[in-house]
T-cell receptor
């Protein structure tokens, strides 16, 4: 059974700083997803990573996937307050099962 | 309406009540999901339907009963719930081909009193 772990669980960082969120998964998952959730809101898809070595970037966020290490990272560059949210990674188990990590609650301080 | 729509957005129910949550997707997807999100646990997959057929029941107690009459609609019928069932219930849909993400509704915040 696929298990997905994220760290850190909580992250408080200053504006303008860089940081990385890590997502490890236990068994083969040939694709990896990153989502963002604002308080009281639903989950918004950020990135879909489909293959080993995949890298995707959107604004100050960049996601990568290393299937050999079973690791995905979400890198935040020069954080701004608007990035404060909870970030989830999810793997895929079988055809129809999206398995989520515990989430990383990010707070960017002015 | 676009995307995935859930109703109601908030629900307070007693332990002896029966209520239903509704989800509708306007994306032409063929797979639909129920997830539970509580403060103590990450997103828990509850049920999966593909082309109206249930393909996953993740050891969910029988007081939760899903129904999928067609690929666009998904219900979660609730009866004799416990206070620990209070959570945010999220519906999602996806296209059951290989490379697509799941799209989520806004959720129903359920409080059991």
């Amino acid at each position: 059974e696929l298990k997905v772990e994220q760290n850190p669980l909580f992250l408080s960082m200053q504006e303008g700083k860089n940081y990385t969120i890590y997502c490890n998964y236990s068994t083969t998952s040939d694709r990896l997803y990153w989502y963002r959730q604002d308080p009281g809101k639903s989950l918004e898809s950020l990135f879909v990573l489909l293959s080993n070595g995949a890298v995707k970037q959107e604004g100050r966020l960049m996601a990568s996937l290393d299937t050999k290490a079973r690791l995905s990272t979400l890198h935040i560059t020069a954080a701004v307050h608007d990035l404060s949210a909870t970030y989830f990674c999810a793997g895929h188990s079988g055809t129809y099962k999206y398995i989520f990590g515990t989430g990383t609650r990010l707070k960017v301080l002015a | 309406e676009t995307g995935v729509t859930q109703t109601p957005r908030h629900l307070v129910m007693g332990m002896t009540n029966k209520k239903s949550l509704k989800c509708e997707q306007h994306l032409g997807h063929n797979a639909m999901y129920w997830y539970k999100q509580s403060a103590k646990k990450p997103l828990e997959l509850m049920f999966v339907y593909n082309f109206k057929e249930q393909t996953e029941n993740n050891s969910v107690p029988s007081r939760f009963s899903p129904e999928c009459p067609n690929s666009s609609h998904l219900f979660l019928h609730l009866h004799t719930l416990q206070p620990e069932d209070s959570a945010l219930y999220l519906c999602a849909s996806s296209q059951s081909s290989h490379y697509t993400e799941a799209f989520f509704g806004q959720g129903t915040r359920l409080t059991v009193v």
